[in-house]
């Protein structure tokens, strides 16, 4: 992960200053509007939102900003206007505060990246500078354009996953607006048919809920021969078990046909999961109940606890 990915990762889980950029850290393509195209699909207002039956719309909708060295794209404290995307430039982000109030250098794109989205979402005034440090080109999309894609298809995206979450029995443990805090933090992932989702051994990165499809849970016993211990379908969840532990994957995950996922990443799990630890811890003690009916030993869990 870059330093300017780093930092805005930093600043959205603190709730503090947040810097307003959305780098990808890809260089961009000859196109610009693929550019443009590709940076859209990774605004993360709930993380990532699917945009892409509306990227046309918003392609119509951006302008071309030129810029020389030395140019403001956008000063902290200011009201939003626009949104933009880096087509080739150097720019540097600077923010001041009550506490140190000489603007400091947090951040720098060069060729590529995004910026100036939060102002639109959350009608918030600019949380930072962007500085132009050479000649460039943006792409901009307007204040009033922004909302309405983008926050229309983010309200798509949570009553999508707020009905699949009323499905998850252990959920019915969090309050309404904790299920909506949950589904904002989802990310959509597909696999294939007999594509591996989690391995056991390997270090967790977060959880996943099903929506379609069905995944095989096996763990390796003997000679690391795999045994079928378990089936989850939709409403339920898999890649729990290692972050309330917080040990490696106690079992493997697979495809049994074409699966659709909603993923939530471990940061987003420990803020957000707490009422259900409880259930979640009587889950390994079933867990475990069911591995002993298995292989007839506790032995194979004493790693995983």
């Known amino acids: 992960m ?6 805005a990762d930093q600043n959205k889980k603190n709730c503090s200053i947040v810097i307003e950029i959305g780098c990808m ?26 945009i892409q039956d509306q990227v046309q719309d918003v392609l119509d909708a951006m302008f071309e900003k030129t810029v020389d060295s030395g140019d403001y794209v956008i000063r902290q404290g200011d009201d939003g206007d626009n949104f933009y995307v880096i087509d080739r430039g150097a720019f540097h982000i600077y923010v001041a505060s009550d506490a140190e109030p000489t603007k400091r250098l947090v951040g720098q794109y060069e060729d590529s990246g995004s910026f100036g989205e939060l102002a639109l979402m959350y009608n918030m005034p600019r949380a930072a500078t962007v500085q132009a440090m050479s000649h460039g080109s943006l792409w901009a999309m307007d204040r009033t354009t922004f909302r309405r894609i983008i926050l229309k298809t983010a309200c798509k995206k949570r009553k999508m996953y707020e009905t699949l979450l009323e499905t998850v029995p252990m959920l019915r443990a969090l309050t309404s607006y904790e299920r909506m805090n949950v589904a904002d933090a989802l990310n959509p992932r ?8 989690i391995r056991q051994g390997d270090a967790a ?4 809920f099903v929506e379609t499809g069905t995944v095989r849970i096996a763990v390796a016993g003997e000679n690391d021969v795999e045994v079928e211990v378990s089936r989850v379908t939709k409403g339920g969840y898999v890649g729990e078990l290692a972050l309330v532990t917080h040990r490696p994957r106690a079992a493997s995950a697979y495809c049994v046909g074409p699966v ?6 471990v940061q987003a799990f ?14 390994i003690d079933d867990y475990e109940d069911q591995l002993i009916r ?12």
């Open 2 to 7: 870059s330093a300017n990915a780093e930092l």
């Open 25 to 50: 850290g890809v260089s961009p393509p000859f196109f610009p509007p693929m550019f443009v195209h590709l940076i859209l699909l990774d605004i993360s207002l709930y993380h990532r939102i699917a």
């Open 190 to 197: 597909t696999f294939e048919d007999g594509e591996c989702i």
């Open 205 to 208: 990165d977060g959880m996943y």
């Open 260 to 265: 659709r996922l909603a993923f939530l990443d």
């Open 270 to 283: 420990e803020r957000l999961m707490g009422p259900c630890m409880n259930i979640m811890k009587r889950n």
């Open 294 to 305: 298995i292989f007839g030993s506790r032995f194979n869990m004493s790693d995983f606890r």
